[in-house]
């Protein structure tokens, strides 16, 4: 199933059904008086987070939903029926925006979770309404009221506890795969991912967290380039970002340091936000350097840039250092938590 992140859709609430001019006519009753009755409320439209989808692709095929529309009333002083209201599965992680005002209506985050966008139209009234002892027969009723029409943005916005920054080939593919049950598909040219992979890394049956793997970017991402920027948006919800760092690269052409002022300055382009969240640096690929020269490298690289965060060196193929990392992220993220809950 190919990956959407981004659809429009029109939504339109059911109008109130239409209250009754009616009167009692019964044998011997001479003077039955208004019996007319209620209009039905218009169903409102819902969406609803669906933990088990994952893109926005079913709404590239239909854009248009409709609630059910309230009944009339009818006499006997019968009320309408209210029109069923419409609930629409999203995946969970969806950002509504309303398409005219940019206003953001609301962010599902949770499965279950409900959101109103479009509500159902007030009943109308029926003649029984307006009788009163100046008026006897009351000829009077009210329409019911249109439902909301809504032009919809939706945004996908993936729920990740960590999010893997990098350029291509820099190994997060590989990253995400040695760790976790996910296969992306791995492979020696450039943007070997097209979509993010979420991955679920557990250390036990109660500690786990979820991995965000994105597109690679490239320089001049924040002008349109390659594929990554598309995805940033992504590693807004994530509370950690690991920068995976290919420390030997094959082309030789960008050095490791040159590789991480690079994505730093598109960050910075892209969302100061990004930039301020906790940022490690990885290094992928250790194997490629003879062992005596590994912390040599790192340290010149640290220094040059005045790195003052967590900085780790794995290996994806030897599986080195995999463990270490996974257990100090789950312990950040532990400690996160309980910082969070104290607060």
């Known amino acids: 199933m190919k990956f959407i992140d981004e659809a429009s859709i029109k939504v339109k609430a059911g109008d109130g059904g239409s209250g009754c001019v009616s009167f009692r006519r019964e044998k011997y009753i001479p003077f039955g008086g208004p019996d007319g009755g209620d209009g039905g409320d218009g169903g409102s439209v819902y969406l609803i987070g669906d933990p088990h989808l994952n893109t926005l692709v079913d709404f590239r095929h239909q854009r248009y939903y409709q609630a059910e529309r309230g009944e009339n009333g009818r006499g006997r002083q019968c009320k309408g029926k209210n029109g069923n209201d419409l609930s629409i599965a999203v995946p969970v992680g969806t950002v509504v925006i309303d398409h005219d005002t940019q206003e953001q209506i609301g962010d599902i985050t949770k499965a279950e979770q409900k959101l109103l966008v479009a509500k159902g139209g007030f009943h109308g009234l029926g003649n029984t309404r307006f009788k009163s002892s100046t008026n006897r027969t009351p000829r009077q009723k009210t329409l019911g009221t249109e439902g909301e029409q809504r032009q919809l943005d939706l945004e996908l916005k993936l729920l990740a506890d960590v999010g893997l920054l990098g350029l291509p080939n820099a190994g997060k593919s590989s990253l995400i795969r040695s760790v976790s049950s996910v296969h992306p598909k791995v492979a020696d040219y450039p943007f070997t991912t097209l979509y993010p992979q979420l991955g679920v890394i557990s250390l036990s049956s109660l500690r786990s967290f979820v991995m965000a793997d994105i597109p690679g970017l490239i320089e001049g991402a924040s002008e349109g380039a390659g594929l990554g920027i598309q995805f940033l948006k992504h590693l807004s919800r994530t509370r950690l ?17 040159q590789a991480i002022q690079q994505i730093e300055q598109e960050l910075i382009q892209y969302s100061q936000a990004l930039i301020d969240k906790p940022r490690w640096l990885v290094f992928n690929k250790t194997d490629l350097l003879p062992p005596e020269t590994i912390e040599q490298t790192i340290a010149e690289i640290i220094a040059q840039h005045q790195w003052t965060a967590p900085v780790f060196q794995i290996s994806c193929v030897q599986q080195q250092g995999l463990s270490e990392l996974s257990q100090k992220i789950m312990q950040t993220l532990e400690q996160m938590e309980q910082n969070k809950s104290d607060v």
């Open 241 to 257: 970002l690991l920068h995976v760092v290919d420390i030997a690269p094959y082309d030789q052409q960008t050095t490791p340091l």
